[in-house]
């Protein structure tokens, strides 16, 4: 008998998998019911954080307001670091930003839309614990551009209306300005 390795896989998994390749594409498959959260997680999410900043931008150059929503990302999430990448992870602006994060980020966006493909889920946004108390916090946006994604690095994750305030902003900074 073998001993199963990393890649090894069971007849009942391949059985439980082959479906979701044979579904037709667009069409979801079933997600399980999601997990009880431990009760010190409701506790901390009925929290209500503070009001976030408003956002201004009082220049229509769109590297002043990279620069802006940067700076105001890391004030109003009180962040060790931001950054915005391209789908290539490619820095396009970054304060305090380590290259690995950076790097990360293409097969982040690429697993992210493979998520959307396959499981037609909402997969622009989310979090990833990187190292004891730091969390990878991450927003999406597409412009006729290309692909785009904050990073953010923080103690915690930030919670899905602040994930969701974000990216708002996020697809607000990089929205090309209507000249009169």
Same mark, same amino acid.
């Given at each position: 008998?073998?001993?199963?390795?990393? !890649?090894?896989?069971?007849? =009942?998994?391949?059985?439980?998998?082959?479906?979701?390749?044979?579904?037709?594409?667009?069409?979801?498959?079933?997600?399980?019911?999601? /997990?009880?959260?431990?009760?010190?997680?409701?506790? =901390?999410?009925?929290?209500?954080?503070?009001?976030?900043?408003?956002?201004?931008?009082?220049?229509?150059?769109?590297?002043?307001?990279?620069?802006?929503?940067?700076?105001?990302?890391?004030?109003?999430? =009180?962040?060790?670091?931001?950054?915005?990448?391209?789908?290539?992870?490619?820095?396009?602006?970054?304060? !305090?930003?380590?290259?690995?994060?950076?790097?990360?980020? /293409?097969?982040?966006?690429? /697993?992210?839309?493979?998520?959307?493909?396959?499981?037609? =889920?909402?997969?622009?946004?989310?979090?990833?614990?990187?190292?004891?108390?730091?969390?990878?916090?991450?927003?999406?946006?597409?412009?006729?551009?290309?692909?785009?994604?904050?990073?953010?690095?923080?103690?915690?994750?930030?919670?899905?209306?602040?994930?969701?305030?974000?990216?708002?902003?996020?697809?607000?900074?990089?929205?090309?300005?209507?000249? /009169?």
């Amino acid at each position: 008998m073998t001993h199963p390795s990393l !890649s090894w896989t069971s007849r =009942a998994e391949v059985a439980r998998l082959l479906p979701l390749l044979t579904a037709p594409v667009g069409v979801a498959a079933p997600s399980p019911p999601p /997990a009880a959260l431990p009760v010190a997680q409701v506790a =901390a999410a009925a929290e209500t954080p503070p009001a976030l900043p408003e956002l201004t931008f009082p220049s229509s150059q769109l590297f002043d307001r990279v620069r802006l929503y940067c700076e105001w990302a890391q004030r109003a999430f =009180a962040a060790s670091s931001v950054f915005l990448s391209d789908e290539h992870g490619l820095m396009v602006h970054g304060v !305090s930003a380590e290259p690995t994060y950076v790097a990360v980020m /293409a097969p982040l966006l690429f /697993a992210m839309q493979q998520v959307r493909t396959t499981l037609g =889920a909402d997969a622009s946004r989310g979090a990833v614990a990187v190292r004891a108390g730091e969390v990878l916090n991450f927003a999406e946006t597409v412009t006729r551009h290309g692909r785009y994604c904050v990073g953010l690095l923080h103690s915690d994750f930030l919670g899905e209306e602040r994930l969701e305030r974000l990216q708002i902003e996020l697809a607000r900074t990089l929205e090309e300005p209507q000249y /009169a």
